[in-house]
């Protein structure tokens, strides 16, 4: 089993950066395929940004496409999410997700992954 920690989410004023950062268990990080969701309260989650186990494929949701960057350290077994130019409408609880499995190289739907964090809050004032 995989254990993911996110952490990186706060209050921000809109147009503000934040980095969301999600430290895996495991001694295989550079294994797993990792993603980022999110969701608002009453809401289903949603597809934010996934990454390839290399780092070498990136994709992301449109509505976060230009902003947001997703990124990996294997050596430190964490995965980021640089959160630019953020929007009220991006106020979510934000979460971690890991693909322990083989298979393909990305994944954008929840039944995906295999592992989930606890999520983190991000809140955008307008």
């Known amino acids: 089993q995989v254990q993911l920690v996110e952490s990186g989410g706060g209050l921000v004023q809109a147009g503000g950066s934040l980095r969301l950062s999600c430290a895996a268990s495991?001694?295989?990080?550079?294994?797993?395929?990792m993603g980022w969701f999110r969701q608002v309260l009453g809401k289903e989650r949603e597809f934010v940004a996934t990454?390839?186990?290399?780092?070498?494929?990136?994709f992301y949701a449109d509505s976060v496409k230009g902003r947001f960057t997703i990124s990996r350290d294997n050596d430190k077994s964490t995965v980021y999410l640089q959160m630019n130019s953020l929007k009220p409408e991006d106020t979510a609880v934000y979460y971690c997700?890991?693909?322990?499995?083989?298979?393909?190289?990305?994944?954008?739907?929840?039944?995906?992954?295999?592992?989930w964090g606890q999520g983190t809050q991000v809140t955008v004032s307008s």
């Open positions: 990454i390839s186990r290399t780092g070498g494929s990136t």
């Open positions: 997700a890991v693909r322990v499995r083989g298979g393909s190289s990305y994944y954008f739907t929840e039944p995906g992954y295999d592992y």
């Open positions: 495991g001694r295989t990080f550079s294994s797993y395929v």
